[in-house]
């Protein structure tokens, strides 16, 4: 016999299999036969069935009690088991029952309502299940009735809060004013009913997901209440449950600011004042310190919006573009509206469902090859680009004159280049006519195109002043003024020694001294020789016609002795800095807010008294600089050329500094979402002072380094994009020195050129076969260079000239982005290992033909763009198709590859440079059907796929050789959101099984030896040679004649190098010591906050109100939250329970079942 249920209430035991439970509380009563049962259903669903159908009281309080035990126990699985067994609608309909009476039963209707609580809180459809059910409104009316009853309030105020997990529910509470009901519910400062005021607090909160009751609060002007209630309750928060109340107000505004009106209220309401003051308090008490976070985020997302000072977004440079005679390539357009543009193949920065659907599943994508994109008949004009295949070598037989036969072998073909280099006594003249000579015998070469270098206009730009930080020096720097004095006397020795001015420096006095400057002070600097520098950048063409060098490009770079450890985090940087902005809203006091440069007003004066500001050369980008406050600056970067985003790159000169003087920048245009910045990254700096000392050296440097979302927005239109502030404090070293500040270290077109030639000057020419052309001229006119390595074959010998021309071909492309200087610094490790003398480069010689494109966006590194080429695309999405006007160094390298293809000589590696800006290390992305269809968890049978696991070979090779290398961090999924990346369609169109991206981090190393320490172009440079040396490892497959014993070599190096810790599968960053939040996202509410508040409200003595302080005391004498309590708290909700059995019995039953449960 079963005394609580009716008679179609049957036991059958199989409750114990859903979860394990049992009703223990009917102990008591004798356990009832568990195998009376003969009903197919489960014990539970006959007691939600019997619930819904409203029995007596007392049989519905224990099937009650006996949910609540059983949910009570165990984790979440069970209430999700109940929610899918219709617990959620039984529960509401037992509410409708006994809430829609006349006099609702409240003994019934309180357990109800907490358990309805717990269970909807998991169920992610309760919202629209009270609306079929007509709970919601419901309850909003029963909370009407109740509004005096503390706990009886709390109980509709959570359940309430649940319901509005739904958009429709929580606008339906709205509209039948809901909003206004628990608005006046929340009182100022008071010790009573915290827990019913909480509760309303954040029903209040969770009524606020929809817009439309956003709108409503806002037009109600309780906004200002809000934060008149968060400054009350904030002053007298002394308590935990005060502190509990002020976390959930804010709550509430940060959920009301998600508006734009809402901010607009809570701005002019005095928010951003009130919060400034409230935290200034938090700060010092050590326990209100959890609510500093959530105000500053406030603030900082509250700032009231601010157009960049500028007068147009679009970039200072525009470029016409062929076809469209005006340089307005749509204008007005809005971005994607994936306006933050990852990084190339940074897939893992979207949400792990994203980046799954984003895989490529469709197995005929991946297996089958696409038709070319072009007819074959275009192909045989890329037959000139393979000169090792016709070269015939003669001048192998006159080994006395290797000087000639090494000119003979360079400009056997279509050389671009300068027939010697300059020197420095050359005058101008004769480097133009020298420049001119050169473009027509280029275009009398065999191939069609022409020389797109042509004549140098350029040239007689950098008559004036070579370089701009030179000038600057003479002009400001005692010191150096005397230095420079010295070396100009010796200069002018020559020619009479009279003293002009320092600002009249006469052109010819000007060289002469940077000639003696270098021949006295030059640092000797491998593979770098300044006036070849200046040659190239005076062929180089630029957008505004750059008549300037930036010293450190001109004179070199060494990198620093020793290394550079990661910059550590200072503990709650970003709030400061929030504080910093936050007060230049609230006070003019200091504010100075005065342009010093721009870069479209070059007659722009400033102070003398204020840094100065230049960027107008080779891969500078700086549009604006603003002084803020006296030591503080805001710098607006300027977006890609013809367009108006991708900001992120920087490089500037910065002079006229105070040493010893904390200087604040602040680039406030960033766009990417997050930063290695925030980890431990610094920016760059070269003194020209320093360098002039022997030490030219850019170095990582700043402190207080931090990157967060600010409150920016673009001067006009584009409403969606988000701007970021990378903030960092520099401390100069010398007075009045002249620097320069970059993202990282700088690599501009001129300093590939200029190393090419040193390359080719530096190679034994009876030996190494290199031979610089040009693949074709980008938009701008400039070359975009190719590059041929091989070993010259032993003699001309039949079978080694068969050797030759049978070996394959390795391809290695770099820089699509112009921001990733660092993808640059890995090709010039590459460039000079495969050109040394070292064996295994030999090896790599006799093995292989290398073709490199060192640099696939001439253009963009040029006029310092971040992302895109001057037609505002980003080139590495341009693979299927490029246009061969438009991007015309993917057109023709995809040329080249689809010729190679032709004649047999597809790449058996192909390697794409990058850099990466979120990501330490350095790692490959490959390409592997299987990979992505098990990670995409595709249905495709893969058992019969074959696959050759070679694409891994090299990755794995790296991460032995390479320091800086993670084989963790590589992978090989085929993302749709790449299928048109040099990898991707490389490896799908021309069938490269080894077809990689290299990513290269621009902070450093979380793993190996260089862990901690921030990546140098030391680093940079042995990685380039690294993935030489790994290349090695697929010479094994190829019949290649790399001799054995230097593979051995390479495996016998293992044991030295092998200092990987290869259990390093933290994924990317280490936990930051303070939470970047970057989402305008409060933190949701959590399921056990809830059910705490819940089990609170139970605890509670009396239904009626009861004093807070007797609560308290009745809670010390309970002893805290522990099994007693919980029983008691039981007895009072169910109190004939407790009429028929202690509270100690409840316990020890739990237990026992507990222990059933877990047996
Ligand atoms: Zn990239």
Redesign the pocket.
């Known amino acids: 016999m079963f005394g609580y249920g009716r008679s179609n209430f049957t036991w059958n035991g199989t409750l114990r299999e859903l979860e394990g439970s049992c009703p223990t509380c009917f102990t008591e009563r004798g356990r009832p036969s568990m195998t009376a049962s003969t009903s197919s259903s489960s014990g539970l669903e006959v007691l939600l069935s019997t619930l819904q159908n409203a029995g007596d009281v007392e049989s519905t309080l224990n099937i009650l009690n006996v949910l609540d035990e059983l949910l009570s126990a165990g984790t979440d699985r069970r209430i999700h088991y109940m929610i899918s067994k219709g617990g959620s609608e039984a529960l509401l309909t037992a509410l409708v029952n006994t809430g829609r009476s006349f006099s609702p039963n409240y003994t019934l209707l309180l357990p109800l309502l907490h358990l309805l609580a717990k269970v909807g809180h998991r169920d992610r459809r309760i919202g629209v299940k009270a609306e079929d059910a007509g709970a919601a409104l419901l309850t909003l009316n029963l909370l009407r009735h109740n509004v005096k009853h503390a706990r009886r309030a709390a109980a509709c105020l959570w359940v309430i809060q649940v319901f509005s997990s739904s958009v429709s529910t929580a606008n339906l509470i709205g509209e039948n004013h809901g909003l206004d009901v628990i608005y006046r519910l929340i009182p100022q400062y008071t010790t009573k009913h915290l827990h019913a005021i909480k509760a309303a607090i954040d029903a209040f909160a969770a009524l606020l997901c929809t817009k439309a009751n956003v709108c409503s609060v806002v037009s109600k002007g309780y906004v200002s209440g809000l934060l008149r209630l968060y400054g009350d309750w904030h002053a007298k928060a002394t308590q935990h449950a005060a502190m509990a109340i002020c976390h959930s107000l804010l709550r509430c505004l940060h959920k009301v600011t998600h508006s734009t009106a809402g901010r607009q209220a809570f701005v002019s309401q005095g928010g951003i004042r009130l919060l400034y003051g409230t935290t200034q308090t938090c700060l010092l008490s050590k326990g209100l310190e959890s609510l500093v976070e959530p105000s500053v985020q406030l603030m900082r997302k509250c700032l009231p919006k601010t157009p960049l000072p500028l007068t147009s977004d679009r970039s200072a440079y525009t470029f016409p573009m062929p076809g469209r005679p005006h340089a307005v390539p749509d204008m007005d357009a809005e971005p994607d509206e994936n306006s933050e543009e990852s ?2 193949e940074e897939a893992e920065d979207n949400k792990e469902a994203d980046f799954d659907d984003d895989l490529e599943t469709d197995l005929s994508k991946l297996r089958l090859r696409p038709d070319p994109d072009r007819p074959k008949e275009l192909l045989p004009q890329y037959n000139r680009l393979c000169p090792e295949l016709s070269h015939d070598f003669q001048e192998l037989g006159l080994s006395s004159e290797p000087e000639e036969s090494s000119t003979a072998s360079s400009s056997s073909s279509s050389s671009d280049e300068e027939a010697a280099p300059l020197n420095g006594s050359q005058c101008h003249g004769s480097r133009r006519g020298a420049a001119r000579s050169e473009s027509s015998a280029s275009s009398s070469g065999s191939h069609s195109e022409t020389d797109p270098e042509g004549p140098a206009p350029a040239a007689a730009q950098l008559e004036a002043r070579d370089f701009h930080s030179h000038s600057s020096i003479l002009s400001t720097s005692p010191s150096f003024r005397t230095k420079v004095r010295e070396a100009r006397d010796e200069a002018s020795l020559g020619q009479g020694g009279e003293d002009q001015g320092d600002e009249e420096e006469d052109a010819d006095n000007h060289r002469t001294m940077i000639d003696r400057l270098l021949e006295r002070r030059g640092a000797c600097i491998p593979h770098h020789e300044p006036k070849l520098y200046r040659a190239a950048a005076a062929k180089t063409k630029s957008i505004p016609g750059f008549s300037i060098l930036a010293f450190p490009d001109f004179w070199g770079h060494l990198p620093p002795p020793g290394h550079e450890s990661m910059a550590p985090r200072k503990p709650n940087i970003q709030r400061q800095k929030v504080f910093e902005d936050a007060q230049r809203f609230l006070s003019t006091d200091g504010i100075i807010n005065q342009v010093v440069f721009d870069l479209e007003d070059s007659s722009l004066q400033c102070p003398s008294d204020t840094l100065k500001f230049f960027s107008k050369f080779e891969c500078g980008n700086l549009r604006k600089a603003v002084q803020v406050r006296r030591n503080e600056y805001d710098l607006i970067l300027n977006a890609d050329a013809n367009s108006c985003q991708h900001t992120q790159w920087f490089y500037f000169e910065v002079s006229n500094m105070v040493a010893a003087v904390p200087y604040r920048f602040n680039v406030i245009n960033c766009e990417k979402s997050n930063s290695q910045f925030n980890y431990g990254m610094q920016p760059v700096l070269y003194s020209v002072r320093e360098a002039l000392e022997g030490k030219p050296h850019w170095v990582r440097t700043g402190t207080e380094i931090c990157y967060f979302r600010n409150h920016f927005c673009p001067a006009r239109g584009r409403r969606r994009t988000t701007f970021y502030t990378l903030t960092f404090t520099i401390t100069f070293k010398h007075n009045e020195d002249v620097c320069y500040l970059a993202y990282h270290y700088p690599y501009t077109y001129s300093a590939l050129k200029a190393h090419l030639k040193v390359l080719q000057k530096s190679v034994d020419p009876a030996k190494v076969f290199f031979q610089q052309q040009v693949l074709c001229g980008t938009l701008a006119g400039n070359a975009c260079p190719v590059i041929t390595i091989t070993a010259c074959p032993a003699s001309r010998s039949w079978i080694d000239m068969h050797q030759l021309r049978n070996r394959p071909c390795i391809m290695l492309t770099g820089r ?2 112009p921001g ?1 200087s660092n ?1 640059s610094w890995v090709m010039k490790g590459t460039l000079e290992f495969l050109c040394s003398s070292d064996p295994v480069a030999q090896s790599l010689r006799e093995a292989f033909v290398f073709k490199i494109i060192p640099m696939l966006n001439p253009d963009g590194v040029i006029n310092g763009t971040n992302r895109c080429d001057l037609n505002s695309e980003d080139l ?1 999405r341009q693979w299927c198709k490029p246009n061969p006007v438009l991007s015309p160094t993917i057109y023709h390298t995809k040329g080249l590859l689809y010729y190679l293809s032709s004649i047999g000589r597809t790449p058996l590696v192909f390697c794409d440079y ?2 990466h800006s979120r990501k330490k290390n350095v790692f490959l992305y490959g390409c592997s059907v299987k990979e992505t269809l098990w990670q995409s968890g595709s249905a495709v049978n893969t058992v019969g796929l074959k696959e050759d696991p070679g694409y891994r070979t090299i990755p794995k090779t790296l991460d032995r050789l390479a320091p800086a290398f993670s084989f963790n961090s590589c992978n090989y999924l085929v993302e749709k959101s790449r299928s048109a990346t040099a990898r991707v369609v490389v490896w799908r169109e021309m069938g490269v099984l080894r077809s990689y991206t290299m990513e290269s981090t621009h902070n450093g190393c979380d793993q190996g030896i260089y862990k901690g320490l921030q990546t140098g172009t030391r680093e940079l440079q042995e990685m380039g040679m690294m993935f030489c040396h790994s290349l090695l490892s697929v010479t094994k497959d190829v019949k290649a004649l790399c001799s054995q014993s230097l593979i051995s070599q390479i495996d016998l190096d293992h044991n030295v190098l092998d200092h990987k810790s290869h259990n390093c599968f933290e994924d990317d960053e280490p936990p930051c010591v303070e939470e970047i939040e970057y989402s305008a996202d409060c933190p949701a509410l959590k399921g056990a906050d809830l059910d705490s508040d819940v089990n609170g409200n139970t605890a509670s003595a009396d239904e009626e109100e009861e004093g807070d302080e007797e609560r308290r005391e009745a809670e010390q004498r309970r002893g805290g939250v522990g099994q007693s309590q919980q029983s008691s708290a039981k007895g009072r909700l169910f109190p004939h329970l407790a009429r028929q059995a202690s509270a100690e019995t409840l316990g020890e039953n739990r237990n026992a079942c507990n222990g059933q449960i877990t047996s």
């Open positions: 990084d190339d699509v982005h990733e993808a590495n990058h850099g």
